[in-house]
C-alpha cells in the first residue's frame, strides 16, 4: 500500500505531531514498513487460533475477599489515650 502526504498528514494530527517538511517523506517510508509488516501478518493462517488478551496465563493471586469477623470495638478502644464508645478522640489539628 502507498503511503500519500496525505495520510501522513492526517497519522500527523491525530498523533498531535507537526513533522517537518523534510520528514514527512521519512515518515511515509516508515508508515509503508509497518503497512507492509501488517500485510505480512495478514497473511498468516489464524483459523482455530483463540485470540489472546496475554501471552502468558493471567491470574489472580490474591486470596478472595472473606467477610470476617472484626475485634470487638470495646477492646480496640480500651487503649486510646482518648475515647468515647465509638471512636478515638484526638486534638483538633486544624483551625
Known amino acids: 500500500m502507498k503511503i500519500t502526504e496525505e495520510m501522513v498528514d492526517h497519522v500527523a494530527l491525530l498523533s498531535r505531531l507537526k513533522p517537518e517538511p523534510e520528514e514527512r517523506a521519512h515518515m511515509s517510508a516508515e508508515l509503508e ?6 500485510e505480512v501478518l495478514n497473511a498468516l493462517d489464524t483459523d482455530g487460533i483463540e485470540p489472546l488478551s496475554h501471552v502468558f496465563p493471567v491470574k489472580n493471586v490474591l486470596r478472595e475477599d472473606v467477610v470476617e469477623p472484626s475485634f470487638p470495638r470495646e477492646e480496640l478502644l480500651k487503649n486510646a489515650p482518648g475515647g468515647d464508645e465509638e471512636a478515638f478522640l484526638v486534638p483538633k489539628a486544624v483551625e
Open 33 to 38: 514498513k509497518i503497512v507492509s509488516y501488517m
